[in-house]
């Protein structure tokens, strides 16, 4: 008989104890996802937090969400995911450097053939004004394709240095002061083509 009632207590002990662990089941698993969430860069932790606890929710079980949890929800995986959005910021400076070096080349052959097209001829100054001009934006381009390259050789000098979600987003940070340095730039060179006088002059900026 008292064996009889261990067993029975026992079995009650044992049940109580995995409706407890059932019930820290859901809690565990989204711990899992919060703390891998906050292993991804900022621009993008909250969009992955959102779909992840939808994932969650998804799924019936706790137990299954706890197992969902302990193998998606990893800090590799997302240090994984870091480097995804770091690779796909390289390939957006490559299309862009690309993109401008074809232009700079097409750029310099049509510059060439409009010097030799003024050297054999005696042009009015109005032309040879515009000239001036071309020559101003010309070089105020390759000014543009030169910095694009520095700063995207910059930028893959430091993505091997990515290994933390602190370093991804310094990195990030400074991918967003590269675009702006040379959207920067562009304003300058625009403002010293427009005003030869003044970017010539005390402003201190290039001559073009």
């Not at 995804?84 to 400076?93: I, K, S, W």
């Not at 401008?100 to 054999?120: G, H, P, Q, T, Y």
Request: charged share 25%.
């Amino acid at each position: 008989m008292g064996t009889v009632i261990v067993g029975v207590v026992i079995g009650l002990i044992t049940g109580f104890a995995v409706m407890e662990a059932y019930a820290w089941f859901d809690a565990v698993a989204l711990w899992l996802m919060h703390r891998a969430a906050n292993h991804i860069i900022k621009d993008e932790r909250e969009r992955y937090r959102e779909e992840w606890a939808a994932d969650l929710s998804a799924i019936p079980s706790s137990l299954y969400k706890l197992a969902y949890a302990v193998i998606n929800f990893r800090k590799s995986v997302a240090h994984e995911i870091n480097a995804v959005f770091v690779a796909g910021a390289l390939d957006l400076f490559d299309e862009l450097l690309t993109d401008f070096d074809n232009n700079f080349n097409r750029l310099n052959s049509k510059m060439e053939k409009i010097r030799a097209l003024f050297k054999r001829g005696n042009w009015p100054d109005e032309l040879r004004n515009d000239l001036a001009a071309l020559e101003r934006g010309h070089y105020a381009f390759g000014l543009y394709v030169g910095k694009t390259l520095e700063l995207k050789c910059r930028l893959e000098a430091r993505a091997s240095h990515v290994d933390s979600v602190a370093s991804a987003d310094a990195w990030f940070e400074e991918a967003e002061c590269s675009l702006d340095e040379i959207i920067a730039l562009l304003e300058s060179v625009k403002f010293a083509r427009e005003n030869p006088e003044a970017a010539n002059g005390e402003t201190g900026q290039a001559k073009f």
